[in-house]
T-cell receptor
């Protein structure tokens, strides 16, 4: 079946512009996660959606970052007024029930470059 | 606070030799542990996990990992490395006694030379 998809695969933007990154999770998965992978760094947790519960936003690095998940499926991560330090690969993952010991299924990522 | 350490940024092994990628963790209570692999320009793929039960866990592509509670380690191993095993490997940990998210290590780049 189809896996997690993300778009765009690459995004180049100018400092100060806003960007939107999209994630389509595996159909039927109730949990969706966003991570950031910077060069030489591990995966940094950003935000977690679980069904209709309020999202866990504890990993968002600043108020320039926000995310929403419409209809319990597609999610959009928005970065406002991008900065050069936002350059990274943004990974989305989904899991069936959102129990943390479940396997997470990752998309290919969006590589963001802020000039 | 939970943490995961992968002490080696890079591991180099000759094809056919055994390989080990190290991981140690710090969580409160009983852990659950994962290994994921990332091939170039791809997302992470699940390799194996320890939830409970046998300390030796077998996973995809001939990999295995041993949960060692006393040493708080979960090292990834393979008896005979292949060039195609070259990738970036991430260890991750969570805790049954905490509802918090799993934590990923910083990754280890495994390079297998022919």
């Amino acid at each position: 079946g189809a896996g997690v998809s993300q778009s765009p695969s690459n995004k180049v933007t100018e400092k100060g512009k806003d960007v939107e990154l999209r994630c389509d999770p595996i159909s039927g998965h109730t949990a969706l996660y966003w991570y950031r992978q910077s060069l030489g760094q591990g995966l940094e947790f950003l935000i977690y959606f679980q069904g209709n519960s309020a999202p866990d936003k504890s990993g968002l690095p600043s108020d320039r970052f926000s995310a929403e998940r419409t209809g319990g499926s597609v999610s959009t991560l928005t970065i406002q007024r991008t900065q050069q330090e936002d350059s990274a690969v943004y990974l989305c993952a989904s899991s069936p029930q959102g129990v943390m010991r479940e396997t997470q299924y990752f998309g290919p990522g969006t590589r963001l470059l802020v000039l | 606070a939970q943490s995961v350490a992968q002490p080696e940024d890079q591991v180099n092994v000759a094809e056919g030799n055994p390989l080990t990628v190290k991981c140690t963790y710090s969580v409160s209570g009983n852990p659950y542990l994962f290994w994921y692999v990332q091939y170039p320009n791809r997302g992470l793929q699940f390799l194996l996990k320890y939830i409970t039960g046998d300390n030796l866990v077998k996973g995809s592509y001939g990999f295995e990992a041993e949960f060692n509670k006393s040493q708080t380690s979960f090292h990834l191993k393979k008896p005979s490395a292949l060039v195609s095993d070259s990738a970036l490997y991430f260890c991750a940990a969570g805790s049954y006694s905490s509802a918090s998210k799993i934590i990923f290590g910083s990754g280890t780049r495994l390079s297998i030379r022919p």
